[in-house]
């Protein structure tokens, strides 16, 4: 997936100009001169780009993809080649070849298309959707649980609380992963302190990095903390899944995500094809953030992924002056909202300077501090996380009853 073919990096008129070999839709054309090409992102040897073609024939014209990703990836300089299709055409492209003038390239979706999948994720909907017969989404090989982080909205601190209850599993004698799946804003190499670049085990399989004794994998680990994430829908799932499933994850007890804020594309991509065992919402006490989370909620619900509790972040201020407790955010609304929505209510963490310090450094309580009362906390919800796993083994192993008639 990553290496070297020479030195220097190429510009986007050269990546275009290899990319004006590939023919379009029906042979009939280029890719560039048809303008079915997105604006060519280039990053220190990485070059990420799209296709748009008509969502009906997305998985028909796979070889398409795979051209265009194998004439970058054979240029000198590139080290890796990101190419995913889409079904939105950009302002002023022009159709593919064979459709009539005017025709939208993406037909109108259905009233049920329209609440369950984003116009933009269809066409990689139905190429990665299980087929009529399957009955399990395909499992990620040595990992056995797979739990998502995540929340309505961003700001309230989801992936510190990921950080540390990844660890926190670990102290409780686990064998734990992270993925980083906040594709626009990575925050993992940061809070486990870690950096360097995913080197490959065999063919596009990646060694994923550690930290802590954590494996971690993030898109942080090969762009710039500073360069932005412009990507469209497609090129975010396309990473997602190259970061979850061309990884060398090794034997896992469970590798904790952390996805981005909301309720889109990553979200139902993880949802829907991957054997999620179950998700955790952070949410803070106030109103407006209990709202957004409960919309998380939802929607984990609404595609059959289990909820395993709601965390209540930022709960209580206490001051390190005179010890007085402040409850700046409110307090309770997770509790309660847990309460009413039938969830199990994990914990509350305070709104501590020392956390905040430590995350920002890259040396998370849990580990600097295993037996402080915050690394209590998190402990403590990472076993009701764990809890509400094996709760669920359980009743999937129980066996049915007998059913008995007498005569």
Known sequence: MFWKKGSGVPSKDAVLKELSKVKGPDLKGDIVSLGLVSDVFISDGRVAFSITVPAERAQELEPLRQAAEKVVTEMPGVEKAMVAL????????????????????????????????????????????PKAGDTQKPGVPGVKKIIAVASGKGGVGKSTTTCNLALALQANGLKVGVLDADI??????????????????????????????????????????ETPMIWRGPMVISAITQMLREVAWGDLDVLV???????????????????????????????????????????????????????????????????????????GGAKAEAEKLGVPFLGEVPLDMVIREKSDSGTPVVVTDPDGTHSAVYKEIAARVWGELERQDAEADRAPPKIVIED
């Open 257 to 331: 995500v952390d996805m981005p804020p909301g309720t889109g594309d990553a979200q139902l991509t993880m949802a829907q094809n991957v054997p999620l065992a179950g998700a955790v919402i952070v949410s803070t006490p106030q109103d407006l953030a209990l709202i957004d989370a409960r919309k998380g909620l939802n929607m984990f619900r609404r595609v059959d992924v289990p909820v395993l509790g709601i965390v209540e972040n930022m709960s209580y201020f206490l001051c390190p002056d005179c010890g007085g407790r402040h409850d700046i955010f409110g307090h």
């Open 86 to 129: 889409t079904a939105e055409r950009a302002p002023g492209a022009k159709p593919p070849s064979g459709a009539p003038t005017g025709s939208p390239v993406r037909p109108a979706p259905s009233a049920a298309q329209a609440t369950s999948v984003p116009p933009p994720m269809q066409a990689r909907a139905r190429a990665q959707a």
């Open 184 to 225: 626009y804003g990575p925050s993992i190499p940061r809070l486990f302190r870690v950096t360097g670049k995913p080197e490959p085990v065999s063919g596009r399989i990646l060694k994923p990095l550690e930290g802590y004794g954590v494996k971690v994998m993030s898109m942080g680990f090969l762009v710039d903390e």
